[in-house]
């Protein structure tokens, strides 16, 4: 063996053994993490309990008992009051004679014990409209409705005691409006505080976007409220900012909108729940109940909650309140992150050395260069700026995913025994480098992405095609898979992620039995979990050996070619930090296990056959 490749190999099995006490760690930590919660919309359970004639507290019995966890509780506007019709324009019997200082006067009728409440909260949050009661049960404040009404005045809290004489947990959802200001924030989430520790920001941004997240951030801190990050869809402007800052205090969550529930039943739906909380990270489940399509009568919804904890508890997760996280994600320290980098060293110098065919005079220094360059690397890392040092990057670990990620598969076109056992090591540290550098709570939580920009399998396609003999055939095949790199990029479209989760169980439940045929054969057979292919690697570059040394350069290469993509396939679910180790690398190394003694079957034959 070459002095260069032996010291490629030396590097990665180096960097993979600092990998693998990483992940060690993080496997510790996943096994303790298997905590789910599932909160009920407010407005759609109160809803289904009127509309079946039910009290509301018989409701969140019924919720309690189908097993949910939390109930969410909006907080209070004059906007959604009068939406509601607990409040109503009506003019006392006495008017107020003075002038306001701001706008002019309004009067809201509603219940005295209401009115009270709001009058107290406006005249802390905005003295100026001098807010009062008349008459007992109307509020007249100064300014004007479309202004005033959007801005949050508290919760309920005789709901809060209500759902918690139930069992169940407060998730406050504090609105977000204009010009919130320092003190207005501070008493929202204090209020938030004290009726539960998870907080879910009700629509398109998050209070104090976005010159005030500083605030919105300390007092968060200060309460110790745990921020319930929609990461799924990324919908509210400001989420990143504040999970990059409260993690480990975040708890990733999803909610369906209403046109992603229009193709599924509760039936299906508890199902992508549970895949949701298997491939995506996901620890609570922000419930809304069906109501129009696929929904018979309103108390369904809490079958829906009950299917939702029976798929969850199936899959081996625990339904119950506590799902704040434990200790941190572990991450690799920068030593440890220089160790994992000599893995990703040794895979460039192995690709680039037998791709080219270097001769150790140039592989050597290549290697060695390699090796120094990516041990260096997250010590260059340093904030560049204010912003940088509140929000730290994550350049380092980017680079170095990408580098064993994008070069790994192209071991593939070395069609030497040699090279068909180097590659074997090198596709086990690639994962193992690969998981490991994405590790740690920004990557868990989606704060922080693996970023390949389509390079994982533009790099070694590029390198298989430049091996066709045909030199116009060569030159379509690159012209063609620079446009579709092109356009994937244009796009923003993550390739090979698109054939990384699984697919979701009881896809075809309701179905005749042709199609649920069918559909399991899809589940099966189809491109989809990736890292189910992985076995493709070792056998299809152990066939493109064999067919080489018959001669037959055309079926080798794309033999090969298989090979390259196995190894994607079987690389790409070791990048998403959300899913257990476990449930990746069972697959991965069972399919990868078969691929390599298919391999050795193949390459012993072949061998037979010479002697």
Known sequence: MKLSRLLALSLTLAGGLSAARVLARRHRWEREHNRVAICADFDDAYAAAIRAGLPFDDLLQELAHHGATHVSLPELTLDRLARSGQLAPRAP???????????????????????ARLAVELSIRLPYTEAQTIDGDTLAFAGDLPTIGEIGLSFDTSIAER???????????????????????????????????????????????????????????????????????????????????????????????????????????????????????????????????????????????????????????????????????????????AMIGLASAGIMASAVTALLDLPDAVALPLTISAAAGAAALPYLERPRGRLEEQYPPSYAPKALALAAASLAPVTA??????????????????????????????????????????????????????????????????????????????????????????????HTHHLSAAQRTIGDAKIAFGPQPARKWAGLSPSGTALSIVLASRGRRDLAAGAAILGMIGSAFGLVGFRRPERTLEITGKEALRSFGIGAAIGLVLLSVCNAGRT
């Open 163 to 337: 759902i918690g004489a139930h069992g169940l947990g407060v998730v406050p959802r504090p609105v977000s409006y204009a010009w919130p200001e320092k003190a207005l924030i501070e008493r929202t989430l204090a209020q938030a505080a004290s009726l539960g520790r998870l907080v879910a920001f009700d629509g398109d941004m998050i209070l104090g976007h976005e010159m005030h997240l500083g605030e919105t951030l300390a007092v968060m801190e200060r309460e110790r409220l745990t921020f319930v990050y929609f990461a799924e869809s990324r919908h509210q402007k400001g989420d990143w900012f504040i999970a990059k800052r409260r993690a480990p205090h975040v708890v990733l969550a999803h909610r369906f909108t209403p046109q992603e529930m229009i193709p599924l039943d509760f039936h299906a739906a508890a199902h992508v729940w549970a895949h949701l909380a298997r491939e995506r990270g996901i620890r609570l489940c922000y419930v809304n109940f069906f109501k129009v399509l696929h929904a018979t009568e309103p108390l369904e919804g809490l079958h829906y909650v009950e299917h939702i904890k029976e798929a969850l508890e199936h899959d081996g997760f625990v339904v119950t309140q506590e799902v704040g996280m434990p200790a941190p994600v572990p991450a690799p320290h920068k030593k440890e992150l």
């Open 413 to 506: 076109l070395d069609r030497s025994r040699a090279g068909w056992l180097n590659g074997l090591v090198i596709q086990a540290r690639a994962a193992a480098a690969l998981a490991a550098v994405t590790s740690g709570q920004d990557y868990h939580l989606r704060i922080e992405e693996y970023r390949g920009f389509n390079l994982d399998w533009l790099l070694p396609m590029l390198a298989a095609a430049r091996t066709i003999p045909d030199r116009s055939l060569r030159l379509s095949a690159l012209a063609t898979l620079a446009g579709a790199w092109a356009i994937a990029n244009y796009r923003r479209l993550d390739v090979l992620a698109q054939f990384d989760p699984a697919h979701a169980e009881g």
């Open 93 to 115: 019997g006495h008017l107020r004679a003075a002038p306001p200082r701001v706008g002019h006067w309004n009067y809201l009728h509603g219940p005295s014990e209401l009115v």
